[in-house]
Structure formats: structure tokens, C-alpha cells
């Protein structure tokens, strides 16, 4: 199965909460000091939204999360028929999982993220992809950090 995924940074995570919990009918599946996601069935929908130091408010990044490592192998393929570089990670840590992920960004610069997780961390990660490596834009997406690594 494949559902959009849709991460959001957000200025004030509870009053955050509580919006999307009102237009999506359901409390968050995930609740964490910085971070939020819903799985939902109906859209079919990986919503997430974080609040961190230093990134501007607003769409962080959009994707499509696979359960089965074959759908995450052909959405990669895919993603080299674009064009555009690809950053594979494998193992990666970032947003309270772990999993496998392949990063490229669309002709407007929005970082898309093709991911299957199979693990669950204890902190939000330290994984992330320099978005000079996906395009000119100097900033990162997934976990960026409060301070430089």
C-alpha cells in the first residue's frame, strides 16, 4: 500500500494539534515534546508536522511511504527516470523512525521523500539531506537540526 505523506513546520505544535485534530476528526498517532503524526486511513494520508529551532513555518517536505522494501525499490526507479539527483539513505533516522528512503526535488524546489520505516527511535534524529544535494536551495530537509552537526 502507498500513502501520501505530508510533513508541515509549525510555529506552536499544541495549538497545532489541536487544528489538525479538528479537521482530521482523530488525535495524533504519534505525540512526541516537538513532533506529530497522524496515520490516516481516510485520506490515506502520513500527515506529520514539528516544530524546530530555526526552520520557517510552513510545507517542510511531501512524499509517498510504502510498506514492502519491492515498492520502495520501484518508486526509486521512478525517481531516476526524473532526471534530477537522488539521495539514497539507507537506515536512516529522522522524525522517531527508522527506515530506508530515496530524496529528490520537483522542478519548484519541494523536497520529495520515497520511504519505508521499519523501526521506531527514541528521538526525533539525526539523519538529514542537504538540499544542495537535491538542488540549489541551501537548506535540509527531514530532522534538521537545531545547531550545525
Same mark, same amino acid.
Given at each position: 500500500?502507498? %500513502?501520501?505523506?505530508?510533513?508541515?513546520?509549525?510555529?506552536?505544535?499544541?495549538?497545532?494539534?489541536?487544528?489538525?485534530?479538528?479537521?482530521?476528526?482523530?488525535?495524533?498517532?504519534?505525540?512526541?515534546?516537538?513532533?506529530?503524526?497522524?496515520?490516516?486511513?481516510?485520506?490515506?494520508?502520513?500527515?506529520?508536522?514539528?516544530?524546530?529551532?530555526?526552520?520557517?513555518?510552513?510545507?517542510?517536505?511531501?512524499?509517498?511511504?510504502?510498506?514492502?522494501?519491492?515498492?520502495?525499490?520501484?518508486?526509486?526507479? %521512478?525517481?531516476?527516470?526524473?532526471?534530477?539527483?537522488?539521495?539514497?539513505?539507507?537506515?536512516?533516522?529522522?522524525?522517531?523512525?527508522?527506515?530506508?528512503?530515496?530524496?529528490?526535488?520537483?522542478?519548484?524546489?519541494?523536497?520529495?521523500?520515497?520511504? %519505508?520505516?521499519?523501526?521506531?527511535?527514541?528521538?526525533?534524529?539525526?539523519?538529514?539531506?542537504?538540499?544542495?544535494?537535491?538542488?540549489?536551495?541551501?537548506?535540509?530537509?527531514?530532522?534538521?537540526?537545531?545547531?550545525?552537526?
Amino acid at each position: 500500500m502507498k %500513502r501520501l505523506h505530508v510533513h508541515v513546520t509549525v510555529k506552536d505544535l499544541d495549538e497545532s494539534i489541536g487544528f489538525y485534530s479538528t479537521l482530521f476528526g482523530s488525535t495524533p498517532t504519534v505525540t512526541e515534546s516537538d513532533y506529530a503524526k497522524w496515520m490516516l486511513d481516510d485520506p490515506s494520508v502520513n500527515f506529520a508536522i514539528s516544530e524546530r529551532c530555526g526552520v520557517t513555518p510552513g510545507l517542510s517536505h511531501l512524499g509517498i511511504q510504502v510498506d514492502e522494501e519491492s515498492e520502495l525499490s520501484e518508486l526509486s526507479d %521512478r525517481l531516476e527516470e526524473a532526471g534530477r539527483p537522488v539521495v539514497e539513505q539507507k537506515s536512516a533516522q529522522c522524525c522517531y523512525a527508522e527506515g530506508d528512503k530515496a530524496w529528490i526535488s520537483d522542478p519548484q524546489d519541494i523536497a520529495w521523500e520515497t520511504f %519505508r520505516t521499519f523501526g521506531q527511535i527514541t528521538e526525533y534524529g539525526k539523519d538529514r539531506v542537504q538540499r544542495e544535494e537535491l538542488s540549489a536551495d541551501n537548506g535540509t530537509v527531514c530532522c534538521p537540526p537545531t545547531t550545525e552537526l
